[in-house]
């Protein structure tokens, strides 16, 4: 037996349908914010993902080369294929431009529950806007687009800003290492490095505190002090709910201003839900240098995070033909089809018994359709959560089940 690759996943219609929904829920959540849709390929030039992050990112990606001998890689991200698409048409565009994407991306990375080489993101950039009032619209949008699903979450809020400010005469290894660290959140191991002078406990200190004013009484005033306190008052006004933490370091290195970070509330170790922030990508694609802020939701996460949750089936319609039937139950499930109705023929050529219970399992109706039923151009439909059933017209059988509400 083949089996799929490692990391990847098959999905049967059940939870595909689940998934279908949230996805039908985040689209409808962000197109009220004015979002509209972009889609990209799924491989593109490997330099696209170079240029920022550096060739050490090849390890963590599907890189090859195609039969022309060109480094292609299918997208680990989509921040930076959506930015190369903004900056290809850029001339024509309104900005700032409000789009969103859902697509599929590809990490070569140790798969694990919530860990996959293909999972799906579905995310928002805001590009060519810079202000307190665009940061804190992506935060709410990524806020009501992920509470519109029904997750449990936290928000954590920060700005790249301050963790730089105190970091600014280190060397730019050690700076690395330290950015490591409060990516992994490993504070032991940031105690563990030769930072000298306080250095130590003040990172931790401002990772630990809980108000503007005692973050920028560690800091001491920056140039991004008014901005700062601007996105923190706007996010007050959209009534989102965070939690400020000036230790989110974020793990991919385009960064510049504000950064985001959720975290569902009952996953393990692969508990963050979303994460974003401000950047400048254009200028590196050969466009004008242009302040962006976004974010991207792992879409399987939330699923995960979300379980096994009830999706209410369509009203499906079961067509039970004897022989003699089988040319009317076409034209009667063509009738139920048309009026929207979810509606399945038995195609086996199984019994009228075997037909009645196999649509008991998946069906909540029964039309069926003998020879008396054929030659009088008439249904017998039987209600399967009652029991009842009547020999109506096809009319009356189609309004019948249209008007029953979905079960
Ligand atoms: P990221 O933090 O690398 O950011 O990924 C965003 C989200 O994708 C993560 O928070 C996580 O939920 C999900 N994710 C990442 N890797 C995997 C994986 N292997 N399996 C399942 N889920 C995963 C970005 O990608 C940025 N482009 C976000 C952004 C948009 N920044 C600005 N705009």
């Given amino acids: 037996m083949i089996q ?9 219609p ?4 689940a998934r279908r929904s949230v996805e039908a829920t985040m689209r409808e959540s962000v197109s009220r914010w004015g979002y509209r849709e972009v889609s990209t ?42 930015l190369r698409m903004y900056v290809n048409e850029a001339k024509v565009l309104n900005k700032p431009v409000r789009w969103y994407y859902f697509g599929d991306c590809f990490r070569y990375e140790r ?6 080489r293909q999972f799906w993101q579905f995310g928002i950039e805001l590009v060519g806007a810079d202000s307190a009032m665009a940061d804190a619209e992506v935060m709410a949008v990524g806020y009501d687009l992920l509470k519109a699903t029904g997750v449990s979450f936290e928000l954590r809020v920060g700005d790249l800003a301050m963790m730089r400010s105190l970091l600014s005469d280190l060397e730019p290894e050690l700076r690395n290492q330290v950015r490591a660290c409060l990516d992994k959140r490993d504070y032991g191991a940031l105690e563990a490095l030769d930072l000298g002078g306080d250095l130590a406990g003040s990172l931790t200190a401002l990772i630990e505190s809980k108000t503007l004013d005692d973050a920028f009484a560690i800091t001491g005033s920056i140039p991004e002090e008014e901005r700062i306190r601007g996105t923190f008052a706007m ?44 950047y400048r990508l254009a200028h590196l694609f050969g466009g004008e240098e ?35 039937g089988r040319i009317f139950g076409i034209r009667v499930a063509a009738a139920f089809r048309q009026a929207g109705i979810r ?27 003998g020879g008396r039923e054929a ?33």
């Fill in 4 to 12: 799929k690759p490692r990391g990847t996943r098959d999905f049967f």
């Fill in 14 to 17: 059940d939870e595909l349908e």
């Fill in 41 to 82: 390929p799924v491989f593109e030039n490997l330099e696209l993902f170079t240029l920022r992050s550096g060739e050490g990112i090849i390890g963590e990606m599907y890189a090859f080369q195609d039969k022309g001998g060109r480094d292609i890689a299918l997208r680990p991200e989509l921040t930076a294929p959506v």
């Fill in 111 to 116: 798969p694990q529950k919530g860990r996959y």
């Fill in 235 to 278: 996010l007050d006004a959209h009534e989102v709910p965070y939690l400020q933490n000036f230790g989110i370091a974020r793990g991919l290195d385009y960064y510049t201003g504000c950064v985001f970070e959720a975290f569902a509330e009952n996953l393990g170790a692969e508990n963050q839900i979303m994460g974003g922030g401000a």
């Fill in 290 to 324: 242009t302040p962006s802020v976004g974010f991207a939701i792992g879409f399987d996460r939330v699923m995960v995070s979300l379980g096994e949750h009830e999706l209410k089936r369509p009203t499906t319609v079961a067509v039970a033909a004897t022989p003699e």
């Fill in 343 to 369: 509606t399945i023929t038995d195609l086996n050529g199984k019994s009228l018994s075997a037909q009645l219970s196999q649509a008991a399992k998946h069906a909540d109706f029964v039309a069926v359709i």
């Fill in 375 to 407: 030659e009088a151009g008439m249904v017998t439909l039987r209600d399967l959560a009652s029991g009842n059933q009547q020999t109506v017209s096809l009319e009356e059988a189609v309004a019948g089940v249209v008007g029953s509400g979905t079960r």
